[in-house]
């Protein structure tokens, strides 16, 4: 089974370089391109079932994928994204200069308990368990869109990485991670494969 991990692609917040956590905004022109890009790169793919965070901007990348196989997009709660509601709709740089102490908490300890921030512990805890009842609901190709957090909690799950680790790589919007599960064997396939948008920002 291969188990393809996006991140969703881009809003006006991702271009903006704010932070959106759960406000649900949908894509922004450019990610409509990059949407109908994965689309394409997954054309010649038998694409078995296809997962998405309840989130507009997941759930529109996983459709345009969907409408190539003919599929439903199948909702899943658990790959929606870490609840920042103490930061949505701020700039990414006044997060780190005015919640600096919250911030490094937050980034350096999985465990930080922070009102308003969800603990990296708990994205990784239900990223766990969305993957495994996904892995055992079967398919040899599948396709989950989601969001950074919970693609590196995917990541550190399983690469058997302690959490501390989760923001020592990069995930890009529309970005495919590849996990390849072959006897009951975990193994990242590919990360933060962009190949597919070309010339599409």
């Known amino acids: 089974m291969k188990i393809h991990i996006i991140r969703h692609a881009s809003t006006k917040y991702n271009t903006m370089r704010r932070w959106q956590g759960r406000i649900d905004l ?4 450019i990610g409509i391109r990059q949407a109908q890009a994965l689309a394409l790169r997954f054309a010649s793919i038998p694409v078995d079932r296809i997962y998405s965070s309840p989130l507009k901007r997941a759930r529109q990348t996983a459709e345009e994928i969907a409408k190539v196989h003919g599929l439903e997009v199948e909702v899943v709660e658990d790959l929606i994204e870490s609840d920042l509601s103490l930061w949505e709709g701020l700039p990414a740089d006044k997060v780190k200069k005015e919640f600096k102490k919250e911030y490094k908490e937050w980034a350096t300890n999985p465990d930080a308990e922070i009102e308003g921030v969800e603990s990296v512990r708990s994205v990784y805890e239900r990223t766990k368990r969305a993957l495994e009842r996904i892995y055992e609901l079967g398919g040899e190709e599948i396709v989950v869109v989601t969001h950074a957090i ?11 990485m302690p959490l501390e ?3 020592e790589f990069v995930v890009h919007n529309a970005s495919v991670t590849t996990a390849l599960i072959k006897d009951g064997w975990w193994r990242i396939y590919s990360l933060n494969d962009t190949s597919h948008l070309g010339v599409v920002p």
């Open 165 to 167: 680790s989760f923001r």
């Open 150 to 160: 919970v693609v590196r909690a995917a990541v550190c799950y399983v690469m058997k």
């Open 26 to 29: 949908p894509l922004d022109e």
